[in-house]
Protein backbone atom coordinates (compact mmCIF):
# COMPACT_ATOMS: atom_id res chain seq x y z
CA UNK A 1 0.00 0.00 0.00
CA UNK A 2 1.40 3.18 -0.59
CA UNK A 3 2.26 5.69 2.15
CA UNK A 4 0.65 9.14 1.07
CA UNK A 5 2.84 10.82 3.04
CA UNK A 6 5.77 10.20 1.51
CA UNK A 7 4.18 11.27 -2.30
CA UNK A 8 5.27 13.87 -4.29
CA UNK A 9 2.57 14.13 -6.35
CA UNK A 10 5.12 15.80 -9.14
CA UNK A 11 7.42 12.99 -8.79
CA UNK A 12 4.99 10.36 -8.51
CA UNK A 13 6.62 7.59 -11.34
CA UNK A 14 10.17 8.79 -10.65
CA UNK A 15 12.55 5.90 -11.05
CA UNK A 16 9.66 3.40 -12.95
CA UNK A 17 10.33 2.61 -16.86
CA UNK A 18 7.36 2.94 -18.88
CA UNK A 19 6.60 1.36 -22.09
CA UNK A 20 3.70 3.31 -24.34
CA UNK A 21 2.37 1.37 -27.52
CA UNK A 22 0.49 3.69 -29.89
CA UNK A 23 2.89 6.64 -27.92
CA UNK A 24 3.63 9.28 -30.96
CA UNK A 25 0.32 10.54 -31.15
CA UNK A 26 -3.34 11.07 -29.33
CA UNK A 27 -3.78 9.76 -26.09
CA UNK A 28 0.04 7.78 -26.37
CA UNK A 29 1.87 11.12 -26.98
CA UNK A 30 0.22 12.69 -24.72
CA UNK A 31 0.47 10.15 -21.99
CA UNK A 32 4.51 9.59 -23.06
CA UNK A 33 4.78 13.52 -22.16
CA UNK A 34 2.59 13.18 -18.37
CA UNK A 35 4.63 9.72 -17.64
CA UNK A 36 8.05 11.80 -18.33
CA UNK A 37 6.90 14.81 -16.39
CA UNK A 38 6.08 13.14 -13.50
CA UNK A 39 9.24 10.92 -13.59
CA UNK A 40 9.32 7.70 -15.21
CA UNK A 41 11.62 6.69 -18.20
CA UNK A 42 9.81 6.61 -21.40
CA UNK A 43 9.96 3.89 -24.06
CA UNK A 44 7.80 4.34 -27.08
CA UNK A 45 6.79 1.81 -29.41
CA UNK A 46 5.37 2.85 -32.79
CA UNK A 47 5.15 2.28 -36.27
CA UNK A 48 8.64 2.86 -38.19
CA UNK A 49 8.09 6.14 -39.95
CA UNK A 50 5.91 7.68 -37.18
CA UNK A 51 7.32 10.54 -35.31
CA UNK A 52 8.16 8.53 -32.69
CA UNK A 53 12.09 8.64 -32.39
CA UNK A 54 11.46 12.65 -32.09
CA UNK A 55 8.80 12.30 -29.50
CA UNK A 56 10.72 10.37 -27.54
CA UNK A 57 13.85 12.30 -27.86
CA UNK A 58 11.72 15.22 -26.82
CA UNK A 59 11.37 13.74 -23.11
CA UNK A 60 14.81 12.22 -23.27
CA UNK A 61 13.26 8.65 -23.81
CA UNK A 62 13.38 5.76 -26.10
CA UNK A 63 11.72 5.34 -29.57
CA UNK A 64 11.69 1.07 -30.61
CA UNK A 65 10.25 0.75 -33.84
CA UNK A 66 7.14 -1.40 -33.22
CA UNK A 67 4.89 -3.45 -35.01
CA UNK A 68 2.56 -4.25 -32.35
CA UNK A 69 0.76 -7.25 -34.30
CA UNK A 70 4.25 -9.04 -34.91
CA UNK A 71 5.46 -10.75 -31.71
CA UNK A 72 8.99 -10.75 -32.25
CA UNK A 73 8.80 -7.17 -32.46
CA UNK A 74 6.52 -6.76 -29.25
CA UNK A 75 8.71 -8.92 -27.45
CA UNK A 76 11.72 -6.48 -28.55
CA UNK A 77 10.19 -3.47 -27.25
CA UNK A 78 9.94 -4.56 -23.65
CA UNK A 79 13.18 -6.36 -23.36
CA UNK A 80 14.78 -3.64 -25.02
CA UNK A 81 13.17 -1.10 -22.51
CA UNK A 82 14.42 -3.81 -19.72
CA UNK A 83 18.00 -3.96 -21.05
CA UNK A 84 18.47 -0.02 -21.10
CA UNK A 85 16.78 0.79 -18.01
CA UNK A 86 16.81 -2.01 -15.83
CA UNK A 87 12.77 -2.74 -15.23
CA UNK A 88 9.22 -2.61 -16.74
CA UNK A 89 7.48 -1.25 -14.18
CA UNK A 90 4.67 0.25 -16.48
CA UNK A 91 2.43 -1.14 -19.69
CA UNK A 92 0.36 1.34 -21.65
CA UNK A 93 -0.66 -1.08 -24.61
CA UNK A 94 -2.52 1.48 -26.08
CA UNK A 95 -2.12 1.31 -30.05
CA UNK A 96 -5.46 1.26 -31.74
CA UNK A 97 -6.78 1.56 -35.29
CA UNK A 98 -10.60 2.23 -36.50
CA UNK A 99 -10.58 2.81 -40.17
CA UNK A 100 -13.46 3.84 -42.22
CA UNK A 101 -14.03 0.10 -43.77
CA UNK A 102 -15.20 -0.79 -40.38
CA UNK A 103 -18.20 0.16 -40.15
CA UNK A 104 -22.09 -1.66 -40.02
CA UNK A 105 -21.82 -5.82 -39.63
CA UNK A 106 -23.78 -5.48 -43.24
CA UNK A 107 -20.78 -3.76 -45.09
CA UNK A 108 -17.78 -4.88 -42.97
CA UNK A 109 -16.05 -7.63 -45.12
CA UNK A 110 -13.60 -10.25 -42.88
CA UNK A 111 -10.31 -8.07 -44.03
CA UNK A 112 -11.41 -5.72 -42.34
CA UNK A 113 -12.72 -6.85 -39.71
CA UNK A 114 -9.45 -8.95 -38.99
CA UNK A 115 -7.00 -6.20 -39.07
CA UNK A 116 -8.71 -4.52 -36.23
CA UNK A 117 -8.96 -7.17 -34.45
CA UNK A 118 -5.23 -7.44 -34.97
CA UNK A 119 -3.93 -3.99 -34.23
CA UNK A 120 -6.45 -3.57 -31.50
CA UNK A 121 -6.84 -7.14 -29.31
CA UNK A 122 -4.01 -9.00 -30.43
CA UNK A 123 -1.83 -6.56 -30.12
CA UNK A 124 -2.93 -5.93 -26.52
CA UNK A 125 -2.38 -9.98 -25.78
CA UNK A 126 0.88 -10.01 -27.07
CA UNK A 127 1.74 -6.70 -25.38
CA UNK A 128 0.50 -8.02 -21.41
CA UNK A 129 2.27 -11.28 -21.95
CA UNK A 130 5.85 -9.75 -22.78
CA UNK A 131 5.85 -7.34 -20.09
CA UNK A 132 4.60 -9.95 -17.61
CA UNK A 133 7.20 -11.74 -18.27
CA UNK A 134 9.16 -8.92 -16.75
CA UNK A 135 6.98 -7.33 -13.82
CA UNK A 136 6.30 -11.63 -12.50
CA UNK A 137 9.94 -11.68 -12.18
CA UNK A 138 9.98 -8.32 -10.36
CA UNK A 139 6.70 -8.89 -8.68
CA UNK A 140 5.29 -5.62 -9.03
CA UNK A 141 4.37 -3.66 -12.27
CA UNK A 142 1.03 -1.90 -13.47
CA UNK A 143 -0.66 -2.53 -17.12
CA UNK A 144 -3.35 0.05 -18.20
CA UNK A 145 -4.82 -1.78 -21.70
CA UNK A 146 -6.87 0.76 -23.71
CA UNK A 147 -9.94 -0.51 -23.99
CA UNK A 148 -13.37 2.06 -24.75
CA UNK A 149 -16.62 3.21 -23.92
CA UNK A 150 -18.09 0.97 -25.91
CA UNK A 151 -17.18 -1.95 -24.46
CA UNK A 152 -19.91 -1.16 -22.35
CA UNK A 153 -22.30 0.66 -24.36
CA UNK A 154 -23.96 -0.18 -27.87
CA UNK A 155 -23.74 2.35 -30.71
CA UNK A 156 -26.05 2.60 -33.73
CA UNK A 157 -23.15 4.61 -35.33
CA UNK A 158 -21.54 0.74 -35.29
CA UNK A 159 -17.87 0.62 -35.98
CA UNK A 160 -18.23 -3.47 -35.85
CA UNK A 161 -14.86 -5.03 -35.26
CA UNK A 162 -13.53 -2.01 -33.31
CA UNK A 163 -16.31 -2.57 -30.71
CA UNK A 164 -15.52 -6.13 -30.49
CA UNK A 165 -12.39 -5.61 -29.94
CA UNK A 166 -12.49 -3.46 -26.87
CA UNK A 167 -14.84 -5.48 -25.27
CA UNK A 168 -12.15 -8.06 -25.95
CA UNK A 169 -9.46 -5.92 -24.44
CA UNK A 170 -12.08 -5.31 -21.34
CA UNK A 171 -12.47 -8.70 -20.51
CA UNK A 172 -8.76 -9.96 -20.90
CA UNK A 173 -7.86 -6.52 -18.98
CA UNK A 174 -10.38 -8.02 -16.45
CA UNK A 175 -9.48 -11.96 -15.79
CA UNK A 176 -5.43 -10.64 -15.80
CA UNK A 177 -6.10 -8.12 -13.23
CA UNK A 178 -7.82 -11.15 -11.25
CA UNK A 179 -4.91 -13.51 -11.93
CA UNK A 180 -2.13 -11.27 -11.71
CA UNK A 181 -3.10 -9.46 -8.36
CA UNK A 182 -1.43 -11.62 -5.80
CA UNK A 183 1.90 -11.11 -7.54
CA UNK A 184 1.96 -7.29 -6.98
CA UNK A 185 0.78 -6.57 -10.47
CA UNK A 186 -2.30 -4.35 -11.85
CA UNK A 187 -3.91 -4.64 -14.98
CA UNK A 188 -7.07 -2.30 -15.63
CA UNK A 189 -8.57 -1.37 -18.95
CA UNK A 190 -8.82 2.56 -19.46
CA UNK A 191 -12.45 3.21 -21.07
CA UNK A 192 -12.72 6.45 -23.06
CA UNK A 193 -15.25 8.41 -24.34
CA UNK A 194 -14.79 9.90 -27.82
CA UNK A 195 -11.21 11.81 -27.92
CA UNK A 196 -10.25 15.05 -29.73
CA UNK A 197 -7.26 13.00 -31.36
CA UNK A 198 -6.39 12.54 -34.83
CA UNK A 199 -8.30 9.57 -35.37
CA UNK A 200 -11.29 11.18 -34.54
CA UNK A 201 -11.49 14.30 -35.98
CA UNK A 202 -10.51 12.71 -39.97
CA UNK A 203 -13.37 10.31 -38.45
CA UNK A 204 -15.81 13.18 -38.11
CA UNK A 205 -14.17 15.62 -40.52
CA UNK A 206 -16.09 13.22 -43.22
CA UNK A 207 -19.07 12.55 -41.50
CA UNK A 208 -20.00 15.85 -39.50
CA UNK A 209 -23.71 14.35 -38.57
CA UNK A 210 -22.50 11.40 -37.46
CA UNK A 211 -19.88 13.77 -35.59
CA UNK A 212 -23.11 15.94 -34.25
CA UNK A 213 -24.98 12.42 -33.32
CA UNK A 214 -22.53 11.34 -30.83
CA UNK A 215 -21.89 14.57 -29.41
CA UNK A 216 -25.29 14.97 -27.93
CA UNK A 217 -25.06 12.11 -25.74
CA UNK A 218 -21.87 13.83 -23.90
CA UNK A 219 -23.06 14.92 -20.31
CA UNK A 220 -20.05 17.38 -20.45
CA UNK A 221 -20.96 18.22 -24.37
CA UNK A 222 -17.42 18.55 -25.89
CA UNK A 223 -14.83 15.38 -26.69
CA UNK A 224 -12.17 15.07 -24.23
CA UNK A 225 -8.60 16.13 -24.65
CA UNK A 226 -6.11 13.55 -24.69
CA UNK A 227 -4.01 15.60 -21.73
CA UNK A 228 -6.85 14.36 -19.55
CA UNK A 229 -6.72 10.68 -20.61
CA UNK A 230 -3.21 10.88 -19.81
CA UNK A 231 -3.61 12.01 -16.23
CA UNK A 232 -6.03 9.05 -15.89
CA UNK A 233 -3.47 6.70 -16.97
CA UNK A 234 -0.96 8.40 -14.84
CA UNK A 235 -2.94 7.85 -12.00
CA UNK A 236 -3.45 4.05 -12.70
CA UNK A 237 0.44 3.59 -13.35
CA UNK A 238 1.07 5.10 -10.00
CA UNK A 239 0.94 3.75 -6.61
CA UNK A 240 -2.05 6.31 -5.70
CA UNK A 241 -4.44 3.52 -7.27
CA UNK A 242 -2.75 0.87 -5.53
CA UNK A 243 -5.59 -0.60 -4.90
CA UNK A 244 -7.10 -0.57 -8.37
CA UNK A 245 -7.13 -3.92 -10.71
CA UNK A 246 -9.25 -5.50 -12.89
CA UNK A 247 -11.12 -2.20 -13.33
CA UNK A 248 -13.35 -1.09 -15.71
CA UNK A 249 -12.29 2.95 -15.84
CA UNK A 250 -14.28 4.86 -17.33
CA UNK A 251 -13.16 8.34 -18.79
CA UNK A 252 -16.11 9.22 -20.70
CA UNK A 253 -17.57 12.62 -19.53
CA UNK A 254 -20.91 10.70 -18.15
CA UNK A 255 -21.92 9.14 -21.27
CA UNK A 256 -22.03 5.72 -19.63
CA UNK A 257 -24.63 7.34 -16.71
CA UNK A 258 -26.56 9.16 -19.13
CA UNK A 259 -30.07 8.46 -20.16
CA UNK A 260 -31.23 12.07 -20.94
CA UNK A 261 -28.25 14.64 -21.38
CA UNK A 262 -28.68 18.59 -20.22
CA UNK A 263 -29.84 21.28 -22.72
Same mark, same amino acid.
Given at each position: ??????????????????V????A????L???R????E??????? /??????? @????? +? &? *??? =???????????? /??????? @????? +? &? *??? =????G??????????T?????????? *????????????????????????????T???????????????????K?G???????????????????????P?????????????????????????????????????????????????????G?????????????????
Open positions: MADITRIDLTQRLAGKVAVTGGSGIGATVRFAAGARVVIG /DLPGSPG @AEMAA +S &V *DGL =FVPTDVTDEAQV /DNLFDTA @ASTYG +S &V *DIA =FNNAISPPDDDSIETELPAWQKVQ *DVNLKSVYLCSRAALRHMVKQQRGSIINASFVAVLGSATSQISYTASGVLAMSRELGVQFARQGIRVNALCGPVNTPLLQELFAKDPERAQRRLVHIPVGRFAEPEELAAAVAFLASDDSSFITSTFLVDGGISSAYVTPL
